[in-house]
């Protein structure tokens, strides 16, 4: 089955700085790669997502880049907030109504 | 739109009864509803998906006979743990892919039960 990886587990960084956080899967045949924020206690948000034929999709201050060859992804948020201190996961999927694999978890936080 | 709503949203029981969790998509048709564990500081665990009209699919080390999933509808998927035990306490999610999406893959989760087994 597909195993999703993910670095860093945590991450602090200033605010206004960048955040960078990287995940590698392992199926080939995962072609939808979503990334999630999840505050304490409360259920996952989409913040954004990719599909293997889009190297690289971008929404305001955050964007995703996604090698299919070396199967990395990758999410990165610029400008950061104090309100964008949250969990996030990353995952993939072989798409349709196929499961999605979630990632471990970065916890970010963004220093005032 | 895309809403998907859990009740309750706290359980506290003893140990040895069981629980149900429902799980509905408020503003669309799923066929297919996932089910999702979460220990403090971990991942989402899927446990398992629920096909409506259909038996679920249970993930390796799930065991079936103590998580029971009905899909009863297309809007309603119910998780019943089984003689709960203190180490079922964890955040239980669902999430749900609309039917009309044409197999679009963006899952939409409901805000999660925290189960309490004392």
């Known amino acids: 089955g597909e195993n999703v990886e993910q670095h860093p587990s945590t991450l602090s960084v200033q605010e206004g700085d960048s955040a960078v956080i990287k995940c590698t899967y392992s199926d080939s045949a995962s072609n939808y790669f979503p990334w999630y924020k999840q505050e304490l206690g409360k259920r996952p948000q989409l913040i954004i997502d990719i599909r293997s034929n889009v190297g690289e999709k971008k929404d305001q201050r955050i964007a995703v880049t996604l090698n299919k060859t070396a199967k990395h992804f990758s999410l990165h948020i610029t400008e950061t907030q104090p309100e964008d201190s949250a969990v996030y996961f990353c995952a993939a999927s072989s798409g349709g109504y196929q499961k999605v694999t979630f990632g471990t978890g970065t916890k970010l936080q963004v220093i005032p | 739109g895309a809403v998907v709503s859990q009740h309750p949203s706290r359980v506290i029981c003893k140990s040895g009864t069981s629980v149900k969790i429902e799980c509905r998509s408020l503003?669309?048709?799923?066929?297919?509803m996932f089910w999702y564990r979460q220990f403090p500081k971990q991942s989402l665990m899927l446990m398992a998906t629920?096909?409506?009209?259909?038996?679920?699919?249970?993930e390796q080390g799930v065991e079936k006979d103590k998580f029971l999933i009905n899909h009863a509808s297309l809007t309603l998927s119910t998780l019943t743990v089984t003689s709960a035990h203190p180490e079922d306490s964890s955040f239980y999610i669902c999430?749900?892919?609309?039917?009309?999406?044409?197999?679009?893959?963006?899952?939409?989760f409901g805000p999660g039960t925290r189960l309490l087994v004392l």
């Open positions: 503003d669309f048709q799923a066929t297919t």
């Open positions: 629920s096909n409506e009209g259909s038996k679920a699919t249970y």
């Open positions: 999430s749900a892919t609309p039917a009309a999406s044409g197999g679009s893959e963006t899952q939409y």
